[in-house]
């Protein structure tokens, strides 16, 4: 399986400031998503990134919110734009090949915003 | 209703006891089903997945799907203090949702030395 590198592990920002999180894999990879999980709760996707084009929003995600990148088949990136303290959550990349060899995730970026 | 329902628990059980995971979901496209573990502030690690009803063993781990039922298990045997996390069930559909995982809420697991 695809071992994913993610930065920072975790931040406190002030809000009203951007942060972008980075996800490096080890290998080539098809998919790649953006998940968010607040404590206390599971994983709610927010996007798919598309390599070379725009990524694909899940309900009540926005790009504006939520730029993402993916300029190559092994690195994407997620900015949380203009931060409240209602975007402190723990975001996680995801990505892999599918199938039987299933999808693995980065280790998380724990967001504070104060 | 949640398209994925899982008890968040938490479960303890004692040590070397069989430890008896599920969920439940709704949504009758879902065709590819996984397992993941996740320890406290790591992200989640892929514990299994099958893609058909049945049972797929993995050591210690045995997942069931019933789809009939849209139910599916995940039974980890001889129970350790270091299967001591959260377990979580994550679903999709193929086609145009293929890779849009629907996580349930997650079970906490404790195992007792």
């Known amino acids: 399986s695809a071992v994913i590198s993610q930065k920072p592990s975790r931040d406190i920002c002030q809000r009203g400031t951007s942060l972008t999180i980075q996800c490096q894999v080890d290998s080539q990879v098809t998919m790649m998503f953006w998940y968010r999980q607040q404590p206390g709760q599971s994983l709610t996707l927010i996007a798919t990134?598309?390599?070379?084009?725009?990524?694909?929003?899940e309900s009540g995600f926005v790009i504006d919110k939520f730029p993402i990148s993916r300029p190559n088949l092994t690195f994407s990136t997620l900015t949380v734009s203009n931060m409240s303290p209602e975007d402190s959550s723990i975001y996680l990349c995801?990505?892999?090949?599918?199938?039987?060899?299933?999808?693995?995730f980065g280790s998380g970026t724990r967001l504070t915003v104060v | 209703q949640k398209e994925v329902e899982q008890d968040p628990g938490p479960l303890s059980v004692p040590e070397g006891a069989i430890v008896s995971l599920n969920c439940t979901y709704s949504n009758s496209a879902f065709q590819y089903f996984m397992w993941y573990r996740q320890y406290s502030r790591k992200g989640p690690e892929l514990l299994m997945y099958t893609y058909s009803s049945g049972n797929k063993e993995d050591g210690r781990f045995t997942a069931q799907v019933d789809k009939s039922s849209k139910y599916i298990s995940l039974f980890i045997r001889d129970s350790q203090p270091s299967d001591s996390a959260t377990y979580l069930c994550?679903?999709?559909?193929?086609?145009?949702?293929?890779?849009?995982?629907?996580f349930g809420a997650g079970t906490q697991v404790v195992v007792t030395p």
């Open positions: 994550a679903m999709s559909a193929l086609g145009d949702s293929w890779g849009k995982f629907q």
């Open positions: 990134a598309n390599q070379g084009s725009e990524a694909t929003y």
């Open positions: 995801s990505g892999g090949l599918g199938g039987i060899y299933g999808y693995t």
